[in-house]
């Protein structure tokens, strides 16, 4: 979280904790204990899939080094694109201009 810089967004700050804090107090003291114990879950289940997301993504971005890129395809392209235009008849290509002949 970023603090702001100026005095009416930190005033702004310091109001909506002075109320979330009391209001949040409350709401823990007269839910039912099973309400809580059912939210504690669902945070540490939303926790746990959050972690096992991201270690999954970092995984499959591991599996993709060296794998197929949009740069290989350009590089295709192009070599594709040099190979045409050398084929075109009555074009020089660097080879033959470099021989001599």
Same mark, same amino acid.
């Not at 003291?29 to 997301?53: D, E, H, K, N, Q």
């Not at 993504?57 to 591991?62: I, N, T």
């Not at 949009?70 to 084929?87: I, S």
């Given at each position: /979280?970023?603090? @702001?810089?100026?005095?009416?967004?930190?005033?702004?700050?310091?109001?909506?904790?002075?109320?979330?804090? @009391?209001?949040?107090?409350?709401?823990?003291?007269?839910?039912?204990?099973?309400?809580?114990?059912?939210?504690?879950?669902?945070?540490?289940?939303?926790?746990?899939?959050?972690?096992?997301?991201?270690?999954?993504?970092?995984?499959?971005?591991?599996?993709?080094?060296?794998?197929?890129?949009?740069? *290989?395809?350009?590089?295709? /392209?192009?070599?594709? *694109?040099?190979? *045409?235009?050398?084929?075109? @008849?009555?074009?020089?290509?660097?080879?033959?201009?470099?021989?001599?002949?």
């Amino acid at each position: /979280m970023q603090w @702001p810089k100026s005095g009416t967004g930190r005033a702004f700050y310091v109001a909506l904790i002075a109320v979330a804090v @009391p209001f949040t107090v409350w709401f823990l003291v007269t839910v039912p204990s099973y309400v809580l114990y059912a939210l504690g879950v669902i945070a540490l289940v939303w926790v746990g899939l959050y972690l096992w997301r991201r270690k999954l993504d970092a995984a499959r971005e591991k599996a993709w080094v060296g794998e197929f890129s949009f740069g *290989d395809v350009v590089g295709r /392209m192009k070599a594709r *694109d040099a190979l *045409d235009r050398a084929r075109e @008849p009555g074009t020089l290509t660097g080879a033959a201009a470099s021989s001599g002949g």
